[in-house]
């Protein structure tokens, strides 16, 4: 798929694909988030979506380390969860897998996220969301 609306940031990369509403995140190399970085990070990606309401898909695979701190923010309502209707996480590294299932084990994120190694199935699991999302 063609990226568009391609956007970088000092720490991460927003573009879009073919639906409009799912944005994609794709973190720096070697990235350390910690609270100020988290900060950073959602502060971005409400300006890239405008604080509209938004899908996302979340390359973690360059992670290197995610503090609990800012573990913590990215799972508050008002904060790291802001406008996201539903989240899937992308990695194929064994430290952005460890991180992923430790966020959705401990942190239990009050929006619908997954994990996955496909972004295939990650884009279909959030058409999913979209349409039990309509049906309501």
Do not use: C
Not at 50 to 67: A, R
Not at 100 to 121: E, G, H, R, W
């Amino acid at each position: 798929m063609a990226k568009s609306n391609y956007k970088e940031y000092p720490y991460t990369s927003y573009w879009k694909e073919e639906d409009e509403t799912i944005v994609f995140i794709k973190y720096a190399l070697k990235l350390e988030i910690t609270l100020d970085v988290a900060k950073e990070l959602v502060r971005t990606r409400l300006e890239y979506t405008k604080h509209k309401q938004h899908y996302t898909v979340i390359d973690f695979t360059n992670v290197l380390k995610v503090d609990k701190e800012a573990r913590a923010y990215m799972n508050e309502e008002e904060h790291g969860l802001k406008n996201i209707i539903a989240g899937a996480f992308l990695s194929n590294s064994i430290i952005g897998i460890f991180f992923i299932n430790l966020y959705l084990k401990i942190n239990k994120p009050k929006v619908p996220a997954k994990f996955f190694q496909n972004k295939q199935d990650a884009i279909m699991w959030l058409q999913q969301i979209k349409t039990i999302r309509k049906e309501l």
